[in-house]
């Protein structure tokens, strides 16, 4: 099985306001760079997480992804997978982590929290 590799793409969209831009797998081997990302969001008021590109998040990544919320405070996961969605859900952190949508014809029900 291959593994593929994580990237994050970084956007400023405005003042104290941040896109990553994830594409890949959020597993064992890379969560620590989505971590190490955000450690470098110094200040950031606003951190949306785009997930659309992600195939795979293991428990490590959802770790990885309570650790960035830790870090940074308040942020907001877009383009979450029907895989993705059913984790949050299942673990109880759908109320923890602002789900804005999911990705189109995946059949996991769109959410917005806040």
């Given at each position: 099985?291959?593994?593929?590799?994580?990237?994050?793409?970084?956007?400023?969209l405005?003042?104290?306001?941040?896109?990553?831009?994830?594409?890949?797998?959020?597993?064992?081997?890379?969560?620590?760079?989505?971590?190490?990302?955000?450690?470098?969001?110094?200040?950031?008021?606003?951190?949306?997480?785009?997930?659309?590109?992600v195939?795979?998040?293991?428990?490590?990544?959802?770790?990885?992804?309570?650790?960035?919320?830790?870090?940074?405070?308040?942020?907001?996961?877009?383009?979450?997978?029907?895989?993705?969605?059913?984790?949050?859900?299942?673990?109880?952190?759908?109320?923890?982590?602002?789900?804005?949508?999911?990705?189109?014809?995946?059949?996991?029900?769109?959410?917005?929290?806040?």
């Amino acid at each position: 099985m291959s593994h593929q590799l994580l990237t994050i793409e970084v956007t400023r969209l405005d003042a104290g306001h941040v896109r990553l831009r994830l594409t890949g797998e959020l597993d064992y081997d890379s969560a620590p760079e989505l971590v190490a990302a955000a450690a470098e969001l110094h200040g950031e008021q606003h951190v949306t997480i785009d997930l659309a590109g992600v195939g795979l998040c293991d428990s490590s990544g959802l770790s990885a992804l309570l650790m960035v919320r830790r870090g940074v405070g308040a942020i907001r996961l877009t383009g979450v997978g029907a895989q993705l969605q059913q984790m949050l859900d299942r673990t109880g952190l759908t109320e923890l982590l602002a789900v804005e949508n999911a990705v189109a014809g995946d059949g996991a029900n769109l959410r917005a929290l806040g």
